[in-house]
Every structure is written in C-alpha cells, then in structure tokens.
C-alpha cells in the first residue's frame, strides 16, 4: 500500500518533544471475522489520540493521561506489576518494543484524544500505536514496519489487558488511507485500498451509550472460545475454511453461521461500493446486524435502540460496530439526510504518524 503522505520513520531532532498521532477507526463491515481469519473493510476515521513525548533524564517513563487526570510512571525494564486501565497500555507499549530490541529512553508522555472511549471507536488500539511511535521517535529509533508493528498493539491488548483482540483496529489505525476503506485478508495479512465513494450519502455512528467491555472475563473473549470450539469440533484451524455449519451444537452451529456469511457479505460490499450501489451497501449492513443480533449474539438493548434511531431517521442500512456488547452503530444515510440527535458523520482520514 502507498503511505507517502504519513511519516512513521524516525528523523533525527535533538532534545525536542515529539508528538504522533494515531486514528480510530470504523469498521464498515466483517465483523467478529478478524481472529477467524477472515475478511474485514475498515478505514480510520480523523479523530484519535495523540501522544507527545519530551526527553527526560533518567530510565523513567512519565505518563500523563490528560483527559482522565491520572498519571503513572515507572522505570524501562520494570514495566510488570502495578498499573490498571490505560496504564497497562503504556507499560505494555514500552516493554514489547523492548523486547523487540528497541532500546527505548527515559521520557515524559502526555496522552490526549478527541475519540470517545469506550464507544466501539477503537480508541484503545490508537492509544496503543501512538504511544509506539512517539516512544520510538522520542528514543530516535525506527519502529517496526506497519504489519509487525499491528501485531506488537494487538499482542499488548491480549497479554497486558487481557483482551483477545485481533489485528483490525491496528491494522486500520495504521493502514488506513483519506477517501478508501481497506478490504483485510487476515489469512496474510494482505491489504487492499478501496475507494469510499458515497455518492452524497453520509455514514455516521451513534453511541449506544453502553460501555462495551473487551476485557478479560467479557462476552468477547467468550466469543473467541466458541470458535475455537467450532474449530476443534470441524477438524480445521481456523474458521476461515469453514464451508458450512450443518451438524455443530447449537450456539457453535450459528456463530459459524455468523463467519461464514460475514466474509461473503464484506465482499459483497465490496463490489457494491465498486459498482456504486448504495442501497445495496445499506441492505448488507442490515444483513450484518441481523447476523450479529441473531446468530453471534453480539447485540444489547440500547444498541437495538440506536439501530432503530437511525432506521427511523431514514438509514438505508444500520448495524452494530466493532466487538459488540455496547458501543456504537453505524449507518448509511441517503444524501441530505437529517442525522439524528447524537449522531457523528464519519469519513476515511489518515494513517497513523508523527507531527
Ligand atoms: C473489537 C476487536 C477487533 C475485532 C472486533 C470485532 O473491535 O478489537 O479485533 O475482533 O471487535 O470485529
């Protein structure tokens, strides 16, 4: 993929603070697909956080949480132990780029976003990226390439939150491109840009209002139990090479039912946008939302009620966003439409990068 108009490569620049910025991101469809190897098509969106970083003497890290008011520092190579919420992302962050073999230096972090937490924005795996690359530049090192540095945010959401999540919100904060959604394999993974024409439409999210919780014990981390489960009981590694769901106990039978047609359903996508089909666009994330209601059980009442806000509102299609159990609805809206109260038009910005 091109990325000439973001800069993640260190330049050299004594003594001064840096800052790098990372976006959130919305996932226009496959969803829950991403650990099974699946298909996704998301693109980051213009808001997301920003972390700067000023040189500091010493082997101390320094973070400052500016929208919480909290703070927490600890020394390079004593990241373990104390630490909750944000403060594992942090302490995460330095200690899997040092294991990397990136040697990393004392500093001051301030950590601010224009994201809403907790809203299905992904605002975590921006926290996530924005603290590596402002860690590597503060430390005037080069941060791994975009694929491995995904994989380096995914691994310190699973080993330092205990959130199993898998590579869509890096890899879209990191990847994405103004004006294109990115069609990810996962099996790869290979990424391809397409373009976001909407012909005058408008996408935009709603917040539920419920918080959604990726954490350790959360109905996410069941999820992935159940595919693997549905893995073992089909003789097959991964759900990517599920061809059907005849056979499985029930709610095994339906979760892979859920997989199977998401992947056909970001494609289908796909070739609507390509072939300028809106309604066919808003008909699929109908599609999406059924399949996560009904069959992968993703849903809570407040999301139904948010979908229906917008379906009210004239949406062409509407459905629930990122891990489900809260969070935010995404929804098409024909062109002029009035969004209902609350509801944030959103559009593809740029990839992650330094300032
Ligand atoms: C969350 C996770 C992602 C993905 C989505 C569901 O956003 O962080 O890895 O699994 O849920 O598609």
Redesign the pocket.
């Known amino acids: 993929m091109r990325h000439s108009n973001t800069r993640l490569e260190h330049t050299p620049r004594e003594g001064r603070s840096v800052q790098a910025f990372a976006p959130g991101r919305v996932?226009l469809i496959g969803?829950?697909?991403?650990?099974n190897d699946g298909l996704c098509l998301p693109f980051a969106v213009e808001r997301g956080i920003t972390v700067t970083a000023e040189p500091a003497s010493g082997a101390a890290i320094e973070a400052h949480a500016e929208d919480l008011g909290e703070r927490d520092s600890f020394e390079l190579g004593a990241e373990s132990g104390a630490g909750e919420g944000w403060r594992r992302f942090v302490r995460g962050a330095a200690a899997e780029l040092q294991r990397e073999g990136i040697e990393l230096r004392g500093c001051r972090l301030t950590i601010s976003g224009d994201i809403p937490l907790g809203a299905g924005l992904?605002s975590s795996a921006a926290v996530c990226v924005a603290l590596c690359l402002a860690l590597c530049e503060i430390a005037e090192a080069s941060p791994p390439g975009r694929i491995p540095l995904a994989r380096l945010c995914s691994r310190v959401e699973n080993d330092w939150t205990g959130a199993q999540?898998?590579l869509?919100?890096p890899l879209a904060s990191l990847c994405g491109e103004r004006g294109q959604a990115v069609r990810i394999d996962m099996r790869g993974p290979e990424l391809r840009p397409v373009p976001l024409d909407l012909r005058g439409h408008l996408l935009a999210v709603l917040d539920s209002g419920a918080s959604h919780d990726?954490s350790a014990d959360s109905g996410?981390n069941e999820r992935r139990e159940e595919c693997r489960a549905a893995c073992r009981a089909l003789g097959i590694d991964s759900l990517r090479d599920a061809t059907s769901e005849a056979g499985l106990p029930d709610p095994l039978d339906r979760r892979v039912r859920h997989v199977i047609s998401e992947n056909e359903r970001v494609d289908a996508t796909v070739a609507a946008l390509e072939r300028g089909d809106l309604d066919e666009v808003g008909a699929l994330l109908d599609a999406s939302h059924r399949s996560l209601r009904d069959d992968y059980e993703v849903s809570v009442p407040e999301v139904e009620r948010a979908v229906e806000t917008c379906r009210q509102a004239g949406a062409l299609g509407a459905r629930i966003m990122?891990?489900g159990f809260g969070g935010s609805v995404l929804a098409l809206f024909p062109p002029g439409a009035q969004l209902p109260p609350g509801a944030v038009r959103v559009e593809p910005g740029p990839a992650a990068r330094l300032l």
């Not at 969803?31 to 650990?35: G, M, Q, R, S, V």
């Open positions: 996932n969803e829950h697909t991403d650990y992904s999540t898998g869509l919100d990726l996410y990122g891990g």
